[in-house]
């Protein structure tokens, strides 16, 4: 028997396991093109208004450019934020890090554990919340409402499979 067969009593199963990201749409190559595409427009328009003579609109173009450039990089810089879930039969984790890599970390029982959802009937699932022992916990809050169904089913599952125990299957 080698060392890695030994057996690990510590070792559980991960009965689900995600990794939550904001979603966004715009790669490094479309936001290129939308900053390239700003930039000759404001540059167009701001050169016809210097050719009229009202040559302080020109520098407002550009601040206009700097400042849809600094929305982008502020969105782009918030998309670095994430949420990890995982659950075994003794334990739920949700690993939080923010955009500037700030980490909070909350371990619950998965027995004492239940998935409260805010629905509205038009849109959806709004809100999805753990609650144990009086302490809620929000995830999953940049997933939209179908996105939201989905892990919440996903996460239900797992959640009553903890509840089940574990499943031994000797050899």
Known sequence: ????????PDAQPALFSALLTPHR???RTGFLVVMAFVTFVSFAAG?????MGAWPVLAVFGLDVLAIYWAFRVNFRR???S???WVTPSELRVRRISHRGHVVEFVLNPL?????QISHAEYGIEKLYLVSRGRSVSIGSFLGPDE???????????????RRGPTYNPV
């Open 148 to 162: 939201k169904a989905s892990f919440a089913k996903a996460l239900n599952a797992a959640l009553q499979a903890a």
């Open 79 to 81: 998309a670095r934020a």
């Open 1 to 8: 028997m080698t060392a890695g067969n030994d057996f690990d």
């Open 47 to 51: 050169l016809a208004f210097l050719l």
């Open 25 to 27: 749409s715009l790669n």
């Open 112 to 116: 004492w554990v239940r998935l409260d």
């Open 83 to 85: 949420e990890e879930i």
